[in-house]
């Protein structure tokens, strides 16, 4: 069984439909962090396993929820709980890194119609993707919210980032350790009615998405 980790802080509306399109073989963990809306309760009713984290921030999140995830299966997934991801593409992912064709796999997103990647949130992702080829050689193109990876060798990373600045650092960190990285296109849908990004719902969360990633890449 593979563990998906989904960062979530107040995304009930979008749980449902989410969990109940997991991939056979895939097992939902929702880690609750700081929700004001039920969240925690949906997930339960829905069938995930979920993991409660005081320490607010979407690195701290994500790492919570790997440390928790089996090991038994050796690869764990993480993927946005907002509706935007189609949990049925896990396996474009999953299926790279277990076959050992790849260490890490990570998105492309590919939005499904206009206007579902705002304008401010596109424009800080290519900045900082050619940020990241430039530093490691790496041919990618998004800082994506979804991707796979060998659990153990996460966790061996000891990456530090609990904060937006997570996802760069894991990438700058695999870079350095000459993992293989692939690229996987996946589509890109709009958010659950009722749920907002902490990143590209607004300037001023990209603003600061940037900013833990600029922190970052200044260490």
Request: net charge positive.
């Amino acid at each position: 069984m593979t563990d998906v980790v989904l960062p979530c802080r107040n995304e009930a509306p979008a749980l449902p439909a989410l969990l109940t399109r997991m991939p056979p073989g895939y097992r939902a963990i929702v880690v609750d962090n700081g929700s004001t809306d039920g969240t925690a309760g949906v997930a339960r009713e829905h069938g995930a396993a979920v993991v409660t984290v005081t320490e607010p921030g979407y690195g701290a999140a994500v790492h919570a929820g790997v440390t928790a995830a089996d090991p038994a299966d050796g690869v764990v997934c993480v993927m946005d709980a907002d509706g935007s991801f189609d949990p049925g593409q896990l396996p474009l992912l999953a299926d790279p890194v277990r076959s050992g064709r790849a260490d890490l796999a990570t998105a492309r997103r590919r939005p499904v119609a206009r206007g579902v990647w705002p304008l401010h949130a596109r424009a800080g992702n290519v900045v900082l993707a050619r940020r990241v080829r430039h530093r490691t050689g790496l041919r990618l193109h998004d800082i994506g919210p979804m991707r796979a990876v060998h659990r153990e060798a996460l966790l061996g990373l000891g990456l530090r980032d609990r904060r937006f600045g997570y996802p760069l650092e894991l990438l700058l960190a695999a870079g350095q350790a000459g993992w293989r990285v692939t690229e996987v296109d996946v589509d890109y849908h709009p958010r659950a009615a009722g749920t907002r990004s902490k990143v590209s719902g607004s300037v001023l969360g990209t603003v600061r998405a940037v900013r833990d990633m600029s922190a970052v890449l200044a260490r």
